[in-house]
Each structure stands twice: as structure tokens, then as C-alpha cells.
């Protein structure tokens, strides 16, 4: 059994003299530009169990299976369905802290393009807590500004992005809950964009989880938040280079993201996410005492306790649909791509699966698309893939038509 010695680290914040900026910014003159080139690193600890803290107001049921978990609020969800295989008080409203920024970063990469160039102003380069030293007036690239927000956490990168998108941090805040809502996350409202403290800024483990679950669906996201390492001409720092703050990407095998936070008000916070066996699971501690020893108690619950159910492959015929005005012949209905979520180990089927075809007339082309496949648990949609056809139906001719309606007379 894998043992745990926890421990917790703290990135020193390095605020940059001007003679040391001077310096490093002569030093790019003598080096090649550095582009934004990923570090690969892996390494895995094994790490010793701690006990169980006294948690003033923490109440534990005696049927909780994780009982020295030291989170106040917390839960692991597999991503594809949503499906919950473990939680502590999940629907409990907190403050997120910096987990804050997953939303962030879900509005950026579906608003916004890597390549925009960003203008910092003086209100984002004088934010508050963690930051990436911008300074007013530089322009930063959006992908860039994303990997810095994520990787170290950079609140004065939230507010430059937020500003670029919506034009304020206030409507930015507005677009943040709207889309919580949209996702599921009904329980959560956001006042900003980075997780500094305000009352009217919470959320709940269950509520990170489902957007997280929702960001791994975003193109970009898994690569920013699994990010090791990366450098960065720009960084104010002669080596330019950022490392993630996110110790589970050292710690955790299949670790792949995603978000530290801390705040006195919050507490210590992380989101986490790791992949096995074809699974995606997603594990959330919101104020924890030992977040990095809970998050990986999670993660191995998680992985422990289901197994994967691939409903449908790629390329597998799902079904069959008439088609109006073509050659009598049914259409083979295609799924568009492998769907695999996770099942709890000794249920029996657990999924069920509904065909939506469109109203398909002739002609109609071998790889167009023409319904859905949806995957429901206890009634709702879990997931769903496109259906592709899977054969060429071409229109019946005038003559077949009405040869097929004279032997409808004839046979009635």
C-alpha cells in the first residue's frame, strides 16, 4: 500500500530590483528569443500517511471511507459522466481561492485566441497576491498570459485577460457565473477572475469539479494545465522560465493538471486531475490541511473503486435509421469516436443508450453527420458523440417511386 509523508511548498514570490530587470533585459539581447517550449519532467514519490489533525467544527461521518482526509469540503468525479464516487460535504459553499482561474482560463480559450496580443493595464499590473510583475502598457500574448495564470498563478495575468475579453473584471465576472450555470454549476458565483476574497465569490467542490470535468473537453486546456515547466522570453527573471505550482504533477502518476489556491478565508484549495486506464478522473479539496496527501487519497479512491465501460468505439455501428426518398436500403449509423466512462466496480449496467437521428432524406453521403448517440445515467445525459453515416444513399429514381406506389395499391 502506498504510503504518504505529506508536505507542503510555497513558491517564493521574487520581486525583481531594477538593476536585476536592467540586467536580464540586456541579457536577451545576446540570447535567441526563447519560445514558449514545454519542459518534460516525471517523477513520483512516495510519501508517508499523516494523522488526522483536529478540524474544529468538521463532523465525520463513521461510514466516511477516508476518514483522515482533512479537507473540510471535497469530491472525485469521473469526468466523461459526472458520476460522483466519492464525497465530503461537496454541496458546501466556499471560497475557491485561486481554483478560481479554471474558469478563467474555460472563458479565454473559447473567447479569445492564443495569438491575440494583450495590452496589461495599470489596474491588472497592480493587483494584488501572486502575480507575473506585468507592467502597464506591456503587450503579452494570450497564450502566454494563460500559461503564467495557471502555472504561477498570476492574478495581475487574470485581470489583463479578463479586461481584454469583456473590458471590465465586472462583466468578465458576470460571463464566469453565466457559464458555471450553463455547465451545472448552479451553486457557484464569481466577483472576479483570480479568487481574491469577497463574499459574493464562492462556490462548491462539486460545482469545481463539474467545471473542470467541462474544461478537459476544451481544446487547450489539458496541455496549459499539465504543463510541468515552460520558458518565456518575457518573464522578468534571467533564467525566463515558470514552473507549475502544482506539485500533483510530480507527485501523482497520470497527473495531468490542475489549479493550486490559497487564501486565509479559503484555506488551502486544489483541484486535481489524472488520467488511467482510459478514465479521466477529477478530484477536488477545498480548505485542507494536508491538500497534496488528500488529493492523492482521492485520486487512488477514485481509480480504486471503478473500472472503465466503453459503450461505443469509434467507428462501431450504433444503430440503424430509414431514409426518405432513397433506395429502400437502411443507413448504418457510425459513432464518431470511442466513448469510455467509468463504472462502479460490481454494478451491472449502469448506462443506457438513446439514438437521436435527424430527419434524414436522401441523398446523403457516407461520413455525413446525422444524429447523436446519447450515454444517460439514472436519466440524464452523461455524454454523447456524433453519428456518422456509414454508407452513401442515394436518391430512388422518379420511375422507382412510382413503381413502389402502384405495387402499394396493388397490395392494399
Known amino acids: 500500500m502506498r504510503e504518504y509523508k505529506e508536505f507542503e511548498f510555497r513558491l517564493k514570490q521574487r520581486r525583481i530590483g531594477r538593476l536585476l530587470l536592467a540586467g536580464g533585459l540586456a541579457l536577451a539581447f545576446f540570447v535567441p528569443q526563447i519560445a514558449a517550449t514545454p519542459v518534460q519532467a516525471e517523477a513520483v514519490y512516495d510519501i508517508k500517511e499523516m494523522p488526522r489533525p483536529d478540524i474544529p467544527g468538521l463532523v465525520i461521518s463513521p461510514d466516511d471511507p477516508l476518514q483522515n482526509l482533512t479537507a473540510r469540503s471535497a469530491v472525485v468525479i469521473d469526468a466523461a459522466s459526472g458520476q460522483v464516487i466519492y464525497e465530503r460535504n461537496k454541496d458546501e459553499r466556499r471560497f475557491p481561492a485561486s ?217 462501431d455501428t450504433a444503430g440503424y435509421a430509414n431514409v426518405a426518398g432513397g433506395t429502400g436500403r437502411k443507413l448504418p449509423l457510425k459513432a464518431a469516436e470511442t466513448l469510455t466512462l467509468a463504472k462502479l466496480k460490481g454494478e451491472g449496467e449502469a448506462y443506457k443508450t438513446r439514438i437521436e437521428a435527424d430527419d434524414l432524406r436522401a441523398p446523403i453521403k457516407e461520413g455525413d453527420t446525422v444524429g447523436r448517440l446519447v450515454v444517460e445515467l439514472d436519466g440524464k445525459e452523461v455524454a454523447s458523440t456524433d453519428l456518422l453515416a456509414g454508407a452513401d444513399i442515394t436518391r430512388r429514381s422518379f420511375f422507382l417511386t412510382v413503381w413502389n406506389f402502384l405495387r402499394s395499391l396493388v397490395k392494399g
Open 99 to 315: 481554483t478560481t482561474k479554471i474558469m478563467t482560463l474555460i472563458l479565454a480559450l473559447e473567447h479569445s485566441n492564443m495569438d491575440d496580443m494583450v495590452t496589461v493595464s495599470s489596474n491588472a499590473a497592480g493587483t494584488e497576491g501572486s502575480t507575473l510583475w506585468l507592467e502597464a502598457g506591456e503587450k503579452i500574448r494570450m497564450g502566454d498570459l494563460l500559461y503564467g495564470m495557471m502555472m504561477h498563478s498570476g492574478n495581475d495575468a487574470t485581470v489583463a485577460v479578463a479586461e481584454h475579453i469583456a473590458g471590465s473584471v465586472d462583466k468578465f465576472a458576470a460571463m464566469m457565473t453565466a457559464k458555471a450555470h450553463e455547465i451545472g454549476a448552479v451553486n457557484t458565483n464569481f466577483a472576479n477572475a483570480n479568487g481574491l476574497p469577497r463574499e459574493d465569490h464562492y462556490t462548491t467542490a462539486y460545482d469545481l469539479a463539474k467545471i473542470t470535468a467541462y474544461g478537459y473537453r476544451v481544446p487547450g486546456f489539458e496541455q496549459i494545465v499539465s504543463t510541468k515547466e515552460i520558458d518565456f522570453d518575457w518573464v522578468k527573471d534571467p533564467s525566463h522560465h515558470l514552473r507549475n505550482e502544482n506539485q500533483m504533477l510530480w507527485l501523482y502518476r497520470g497527473a495531468n493538471g490542475v489549479k493550486t489556491g490559497y487564501t486565509d478565508a479559503a484555506g488551502r484549495c486544489l483541484v486535481s486531475g489524472a488520467k488511467k486506464d482510459g478514465l479521466q478522473l477529477v478530484a477536488v479539496v477545498l480548505d485542507s490541511v494536508y491538500m497534496w496527501n488528500d488529493s492523492i487519497k482521492l485520486l487512488d479512491y477514485g481509480f480504486a473503486h471503478v473500472e472503465p465501460d466503453t459503450i461505443v468505439k469509434e467507428g
